[in-house]
C-alpha cells in the first residue's frame, strides 16, 4: 500500500521547525508533492497532544497513512500506529518518558524558541504512562533509527523497546539525528510514500 498521508510528530521541547522536521517537509515537498504532510505543534499535555493529533488525521485514510516520530514523537508515533494501524518510523525513540521526564516538571523553554516558555505538569506523567504500548505486537510495521552516540537515551533501552522493527543503528551519531537528511531516502522507500 502506497502512503499518501504522513504525519511527522516533533519531541520533548522541540517544533515543526526543528532540523528533522523541516528536512522530512523538504524532502516530501520536492520528491513527493503529491503527498499530505502534516506536522503538529504539540502541546505540552500528551494527552491533549495525542486528541489534537486523532483529530487532525480524523478524516485522512488510515490504509494510506504513515507516521514518523523522533524522540517523545516516536513514543507518540508508536501510539499513533496503533489507533490507526499504520507503519511507523521512530527516530532516537523516547522508551521510558514518564520515568525520563519527571525531571523536566515546570517551566520549560522551547529549542527552537528559547523565549517561547510552557509548563510540563505532573499529571503529564499520568498521560504518558496511559499512552504506553509496551509488550504490545505492532499493528504495522515498523523501523526504528538508532544512534549508539545518543547523549539523552540509552540506544539499548531503545533497541530492546521494538524487537520486531527493522532497526537501523549507527555508529556515534547524537540524540538530534544530525545525518537525519541521510536516512531520508530509506524512510521514504520504506514507508512507501507516494
Not at 56 to 74: D, N, T, Y
Not at 96 to 105: C, G, K, Q, V
Not at 141 to 150: Q, W
Request: proline share 9%; aromatic share 10%.
Amino acid at each position: 500500500m502506497t502512503t499518501t498521508h504522513l504525519l511527522y510528530l516533533h519531541g520533548f521541547r522541540s517544533s515543526p521547525q526543528s532540523a528533522k522536521a523541516r528536512q522530512m517537509a523538504a524532502y516530501v515537498a520536492q520528491h513527493h508533492p503529491e503527498l499530505t504532510f502534516w506536522c503538529p505543534q504539540l502541546p505540552p499535555s500528551p494527552q491533549e497532544a495525542m486528541a489534537l493529533v486523532m483529530q487532525g488525521v480524523a478524516r485522512w485514510p488510515h490504509p494510506s497513512m504513515a507516521v514518523v516520530g523522533s524522540s517523545l514523537g516516536g513514543f507518540y508515533a508508536s501510539w499513533v500506529a496503533h489507533q490507526t494501524r499504520c507503519p511507523s518510523v521512530m527516530l532516537n525513540p523516547a522508551v521510558h518518558p514518564a520515568r525520563d521526564l519527571e525531571r523536566y516538571i515546570g517551566e520549560q523553554t522551547t529549542w527552537q524558541n528559547p523565549t517561547e516558555r510552557f509548563f510540563f505538569l505532573p499529571e503529564y506523567i499520568g498521560e504518558l504512562q496511559a499512552l504506553g504500548t509496551h509488550g504490545q505486537h505492532p499493528a504495522a510495521p515498523e523501523m526504528v533509527i538508532l544512534a549508539k552516540g545518543d547523549e539523552v537515551l540509552d540506544w539499548r533501552e531503545m533497541a530492546g523497546r521494538y524487537p520486531e522493527a527493522r532497526q537501523l543503528v549507527q555508529e556515534g551519531g547524537d540524540h538530534a539525528l544530525s545525518n537525519f537528511s541521510d536516512y531520508l531516502p530509506t524512510v521514504a522507500a520504506f514507508l512507501a510514500l507516494a
